[in-house]
């Protein structure tokens, strides 16, 4: 006999709920989205490596908009902390790993609406409306929304950004912290060719990170004090141009700033679990850490294909504990895993002590200078497991050619 499939709930409307959505409804489930329209522009851009990208390609969307994207197939780290212990240049070639490219850097004005197309198109019902109250019981989740009427399902998707009202209102706790650190976040034209190379520059501050956009143009993410950001996103066109140019020491020539710059503070949230009350985290609900290594919705998008991949295999009842419990199992190691990494290398570089200087300066140098360690993190940079996975096969081989 066939299983009934049962009905899921998306709350949230940003990336991450609008791929929770398509990538429920391709799976065969009815899905019921509960969001607001994006409203204000929003300037960043996304870098998405590999396997995020072929979930896109799968839902039908990156095919539209990959000629709006550039490249990444080259990743370099530049010490600029003026330390006095300090790291050689380390530079990651996709070339190395047998790969053309680690992803794409995609702007979010073209990912947001080629996503939010993509759910019309599905003809997915989507509720522009806030979620007011969480009902959850034993056997539903319940959502009031802001306009009086109610959604329910088996499943509830948090994607409902850092301050996730589902996940409070499924009680899941978390430890937050936040850091004396903002990015200034902004897209710029220099006059020498990028080579589809991303430069992330570390300073005492934090990093400042050039990404590849297409044509001689690249975005930036630039974390410093928030007084700072607030400081140099006052200045004029031809002195903030001066001050990345600066930053960048000339790398790409001369710099030009375009229009529009934003400011984000920075901070992490790790929730003690992921899932419960029939309520999954996904995207930021379930992680955030600051923008360093292009991580966020590349962590967002592999909680949205393991969380498919579970409740596939249980269609009835796919937010029941037991399921619950699969996801939150399997996410745990990968989420744990990224947040930390983020947060100890950011506090690495905000840290004045010797010893925190001298294990970033020690373990850049070696990931610099011996090629199959760097394989390894690049491996596992686009793909939790798989630089295990080449280093077990690397074992593996002599055993096969006897
Ligand atoms: C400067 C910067 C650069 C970044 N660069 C990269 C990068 O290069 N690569 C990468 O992988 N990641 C990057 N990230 C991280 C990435 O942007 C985030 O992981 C991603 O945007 C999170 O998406 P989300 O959908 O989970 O959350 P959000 O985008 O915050 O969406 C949450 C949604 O929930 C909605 N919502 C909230 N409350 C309710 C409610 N009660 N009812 C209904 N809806 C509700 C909100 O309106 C919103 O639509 C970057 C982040 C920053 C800040």
Do not use: C
């Not at 190395?96 to 794409?104: A, N, P, R, Y």
């Not at 850091?179 to 897209?187: E, F, H, R, S, T």
């Not at 796919?318 to 930390?340: H, M």
């Not at 020690?362 to 760097?374: E, Q, T």
């Amino acid at each position: 006999m066939e299983q009934e499939t049962a009905r899921i709930l998306i709350a949230g409307t940003g990336p991450a709920g609008l791929i929770a959505a398509l990538a429920f409804a391709d799976a065969g489930f009815p899905v019921q989205l509960v969001g607001p329209e994006a409203s204000a522009p929003d300037g960043r851009t996304t870098a998405l490596m590999m396997p995020a990208l072929k979930v896109l390609e799968r839902l039908g969307v990156l095919q539209d908009i990959k000629s709006q994207a550039a490249p990444l197939k080259v990743m370099r780290i530049v010490d600029a902390t003026g330390r006095l212990i300090r790291s050689p240049v380390v530079t990651f070639r996709a070339s190395e790993i047998g790969e053309d490219q680690f992803g794409l850097n995609l702007p979010n004005s073209v990912l947001g609406p080629a996503l939010a197309g993509k759910v019309a198109h599905h003809g997915i019902e989507w509720r522009r409306s806030m979620v007011k109250t969480w009902q959850l019981g034993p056997d539903e989740a319940v959502a009031v929304l802001a306009d009086g009427s109610e959604v329910s399902a088996s499943l509830a998707v948090a994607a409902d950004g850092r301050l996730s009202p589902a996940r409070e209102a499924a009680g899941v706790s978390t430890t937050a912290r936040s850091y004396p650190q903002a990015a200034l976040v902004l897209n710029f034209g220099h006059s020498r060719e990028h080579a589809f190379t991303s430069t992330e520059f570390h300073t005492e501050t934090g990093p400042f990170t050039q990404v590849p956009l297409p044509g001689n143009r690249s975005s930036l993410v630039w974390v410093v004090k928030p007084d700072t950001a607030e400081e140099l996103a006052a200045l004029d066109d031809a002195a903030l141009s001066q001050r990345v140019e600066r930053q960048m020491q000339s790398m790409l020539g001369r710099v030009t700033v375009e229009p529009g710059r934003q400011i984000y503070p920075l901070s992490t949230v790790t929730p003690l679990r992921f899932a419960r009350q029939r309520v999954a985290l996904v995207g930021e609900a379930a992680h955030v850490f600051p923008p360093i290594g292009a991580q966020g919705l590349n962590l967002g998008i592999r909680d949205i294909d393991d969380l498919v991949g579970i409740a596939s295999e249980n269609r009835s009842d796919p937010g029941a504990p037991e399921v619950l419990a699969i996801y939150d199992f399997k996410r745990r190691p990968d989420i744990l895993a990224r947040s930390s990494a983020v947060n100890l290398l950011n506090m690495s570089l905000l840290s004045d002590l010797l010893p925190a200087q001298m294990a970033r300066g020690a373990g850049l140098g070696v990931l610099g200078g011996f090629a199959p360690l760097r394989a390894f993190f690049m491996r596992e940079g686009l793909r939790p497991g798989s630089g295990f996975a080449a280093l077990a096969g690397g074992l593996r081989k002599p055993a096969r050619q006897q």
